[in-house]
């Protein structure tokens, strides 16, 4: 390894690994203050790099109430930092689609959500923010707004097809490492 890679490589994010605890805990909401504009920022640069849909503040490490998500649709990204968000209404309408998490890479799995969703946050100055989002980025919104609220992805399975994730990424550990 070069030494432009070996800084490059320095410079990816470093995310935590699931079943970290940190994965499992609630963030506290509070006002915006300067650690969280950090983490918010660190969010930013994380999904940025790795061209994440969306990244809450736990996957670095950070149990504080910050997410980002793209609005956009898959093939694009535009991003929002999101503080201490909250869904405030989800449509009627249901849909199973594919989510994963850089806490638990190679897994992906079909999970049922609203096809809809009206999150309210702030923005860095706590400024209010409201977000009616529908498709994939109202998917992306409801899975960051999860973790913030410590829970992770595969809670929204039965047993059986959680079982059967954790069971493919066990292997997958074994396989890499």
């Known amino acids: 390894m070069n030494k432009e890679n070996a800084a490059m490589a320095d410079a990816s994010p470093r995310f935590i690994s699931w079943p970290d605890e940190r994965l499992q805990r609630a963030a506290v909401m509070r006002p915006p203050d300067d650690r969280m504009r950090s983490v918010g920022m660190a969010l930013l640069d994380a999904a940025q790099a790795v061209q994440a849909y969306g990244l809450a503040a736990h996957h670095l490490g950070h149990v504080e109430p ?50 809809r969703a009206i999150i309210a946050c702030q923005d860095d100055t706590g400024a209010a923010v409201r977000m009616d989002l529908d498709g994939f980025p109202a998917r992306v919104a409801q899975h960051e707004i999860d973790q913030v609220n410590g829970v992770f992805f595969l809670a929204r399975l039965s047993r059986l097809k959680r079982d059967a994730a954790i069971k493919r990424f066990s292997k997958l550990g074994k396989r890499m490492g």
Do not use: H, Q, T
Not at 73 to 96: F, K
């Open 66 to 115: 910050v997410a980002v998500v793209s609005i956009a649709d898959p093939s694009a990204r535009d991003y929002r930092i999101l503080y201490n968000p909250c869904v405030i209404e989800l449509g009627d309408a249901m849909e199973a689609g594919k989510e994963g998490s850089v806490s638990m890479p190679g897994i992906e799995v079909d999970v049922v959500r609203s096809e």
